[in-house]
């Protein structure tokens, strides 16, 4: 299967990638994959074992331990994790260092590619989906918000800690994904960029449903 049926969404945190592309997957009958979740394990696995996770020998070594050890699957979409051990603060803090070591990055890329090819037509979130992962994907989306409407609404769905937390771990992150040097959080040149400060979710999904459907999405 060509890159041709992937729809690329990547974004900032709590930009509002999840919930759409839930509803898109839905719609169009689409696979989902939040590449995110791969790197979350790593840092997971890496805070567990007492690595650095910002050594790159070390994390690679991991990433291809948990590779002999499991499914290559298990890395993209196991449900052995819940949301308490790979959103926690410090998770937060290491998936930042463990995103930034370009070996781990291309087994990464290789995995998402290689379950792709094997679901055919699919969407699938993250940061460097549409520059790096799948550049020739026919519908690329680039959603954003206001640093502060984000902190908003991921407050909104974890609670816990305060706003100005949450706002600053927001920005934290937004730094260290854009200015990093490999797989820079850029939006790809055609990508369709979509600010949604003041949008509510039924808007953001009719224009992205728009423009899957004028994309051709809908049948292949
Ligand atoms: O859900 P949220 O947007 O907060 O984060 P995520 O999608 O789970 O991604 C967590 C982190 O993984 C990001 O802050 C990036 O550092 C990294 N990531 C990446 O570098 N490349 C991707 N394709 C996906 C995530
Ligand atoms: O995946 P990502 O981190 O980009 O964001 P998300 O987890 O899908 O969305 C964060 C929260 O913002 C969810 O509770 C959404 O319902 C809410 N939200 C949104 O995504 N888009 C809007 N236009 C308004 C609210």
Excluded at 32 to 43: C, D, M, N, P, Q
Excluded at 95 to 120: F, Y
Excluded at 172 to 184: F, K, L, N, Y
Aim: aromatic content about 4%.
């Amino acid at each position: 299967v060509s890159p041709h049926l992937v729809v690329a969404v990547d974004g900032p945190a709590a930009a509002g990638k999840t919930t759409t592309c839930k509803a898109l997957s839905r719609r169009f009958g689409l696979g989902y994959l939040e590449s995110g979740r791969t790197y979350r394990i790593i840092a997971f696995e890496a805070l567990r074992r007492g690595l650095p996770p910002d050594n790159p020998v070390n994390v690679v070594d991991l990433c291809d331990e948990l590779l002999r050890e499991s499914r290559e699957q298990d890395l993209l979409t196991s449900g052995r994790y819940g949301s308490a051990d790979l959103r926690s603060p410090s998770v937060n803090v290491a998936v930042s260092d463990v995103a930034r070591i370009h070996e781990l990055r291309k087994r990464v890329t290789e995995l998402v590619r290689l379950w792709a090819r094997h679901q055919g037509r699919c969407i699938v979130e993250g940061r460097d989906i549409g520059t790096v992962v799948f550049p020739a994907a026919p519908v690329k989306f680039y959603l954003t918000a206001s640093p502060e409407e984000r902190a908003r609404r991921r407050l909104g769905q974890e609670g816990g800690a305060s706003y100005e937390e949450v706002l600053a771990d927001v920005v934290r992150r937004d730094e260290a994904d854009m200015s990093r040097a490999v797989s820079p959080l850029v939006p790809a040149d055609d990508a369709i960029v979509i600010d949604t400060t003041t949008m509510d979710l039924e808007e953001v999904l009719a224009r992205m449903g728009a423009a899957c459907e004028r994309r051709s999405v809908t049948f292949s």
